[in-house]
């Protein structure tokens, strides 16, 4: 997999990391679980889109 095709799930992972961060820590802290499942969310998140470039440089 070339690294172009992971670059635009950087550019959305970095900064929603980030902000999520500094909001969770100024903002409204997270209980454990909550911090668990926004983690799943962002895993899940890159599961998929990895699985989805996969298919299409198979499809080719």
């Known amino acids: ?28 802290p997270l209980t454990n679980a909550q911090y668990i499942g926004f983690a799943a969310l962002l895993i899940s998140a890159c599961l998929t889109y990895i699985t989805g470039i996969r298919l299409v440089e198979k499809d080719k």
Request: net charge positive; charged share 15%; proline share 7%.
């Open 1 to 28: 997999m070339k690294f172009k095709y992971i670059l635009p799930l950087l550019i959305w992972l970095i900064p929603t990391i980030i902000i999520s961060l500094i909001m969770f820590k100024y903002d409204a």
